[in-house]
């Protein structure tokens, strides 16, 4: 490499956001740093003093000896070695990083170079474990909103913000006489009267504000006969979003006499 690649390769590794190291390797054993880029001057902490020291004598711990079996190991395969680490800061905030170790060879097939790429994955594993945690969240608050769903001794009925049903319970199908198949993805106002109708959509609308809404309802059932019933919507949240509504009935007829068709 001539003096003019030399300087434009050094350009070029100083623009990269990866933290770079250049070690050279001597003996196959020992691993003295070469060359270390801007980001690694930052984001590191490190000098330029390291140039010229081993990987034990920079960091004389657990880190130097990990780093060193590590080059050891590229300069024995003559493989690319990647791997991540942990690292906690002062503050002993978690920060993850993914090392790649490249080996690069003489005229006479020796290792006489690894380079070592750093980047750091903190940002991107910070956000995966949020995610991770909300998503455990939810299965959990999911599975203890399904028991209380399919337990529920009333008729119960999940509706999407769009007033269409997505889930009922057993009781929901008694009163109903509907399979859960033939009610699922079916608007939940053509259950009810065509005179409530639009109590209906009044309390729904106010209900997707976050408001729990109450009214009494006629609805009917699949043979024709109508049902009076207390209807209650309440808003299902999760991380403070509506995402759905749970319908309860009460039939408030005696012994759940129907009304007689008009």
């Known amino acids: 490499m001539n003096i003019k690649d030399f300087y434009?390769?050094?350009?070029l590794m100083d623009e990269m956001n990866d933290m770079i190291f250049v070690v050279?390797?001597?003996?196959?054993?020992?691993?003295?740093?070469?060359?270390?880029?801007?980001?690694?001057?930052?984001?590191?902490?490190?000098?330029?003093?390291?140039?010229?020291?081993s990987v034990r004598e920079t960091f004389p711990n657990e880190r130097g000896e990990f780093l060193y079996n590590q080059y050891k190991e590229v300069v024995t395969s003559r493989e690319t070695l990647v791997f991540e680490?942990?690292?906690?800061?002062?503050?002993?905030?978690?920060?993850?990083?993914?090392?790649?170790?490249?080996?690069?060879?003489?005229?006479?097939?020796?290792?006489?170079?690894?380079v070592e790429i750093v980047k750091d994955m903190t940002k991107e594993k910070w956000l995966y474990e949020d995610v991770k945690c909300t998503w455990d969240r939810y299965n959990e608050s999911k599975s203890r909103y399904l028991s209380l769903f399919h337990h529920n001794p009333d008729p119960f009925f999940s509706i999407d913000s769009d007033g269409c049903i997505a889930n009922v319970n057993v009781e929901a199908e008694?009163?109903?006489?509907y399979h859960f198949k033939d009610l699922i993805g079916n608007a939940f106002h053509s259950l009810i009267a065509e005179e409530d109708r639009y109590t209906f959509k009044e309390l729904f609308r106010n209900a997707l504000s976050g408001n729990i809404?109450?009214?009494?309802l006629v609805i009917f059932d699949k043979t024709g006969d109508?049902?009076?019933?207390?209807?209650?919507?309440?808003?299902?949240?999760?991380?403070?979003e509506i995402i759905a509504?749970?319908?309860?009935?009460?039939?408030?007829?005696?012994?759940?006499?129907?009304?007689?068709?008009?």
């Open 245 to 262: 509504m749970d319908g309860i009935l009460k039939v408030i007829t005696n012994d759940k006499e129907r009304i007689e068709s008009m």
């Open 174 to 177: 008694n009163i109903t006489g």
């Open 8 to 11: 434009l390769v050094n350009a």
């Open 85 to 114: 680490s942990v690292y906690f800061s002062p503050l002993r905030k978690k920060h993850y990083f993914e090392t790649k170790l490249i080996p690069f060879f003489n005229d006479k097939k020796e290792c006489t170079q690894v």
């Open 226 to 240: 109508r049902i009076k019933v207390a209807l209650k919507v309440i808003p299902v949240f999760f991380d403070e």
């Open 24 to 53: 050279k390797v001597e003996n196959k054993t020992d691993f003295i740093y070469d060359y270390l880029n801007c980001a690694a001057l930052n984001g590191a902490g490190m000098t330029e003093n390291i140039i010229g020291k």
């Open 213 to 216: 809404q109450s009214s009494n």
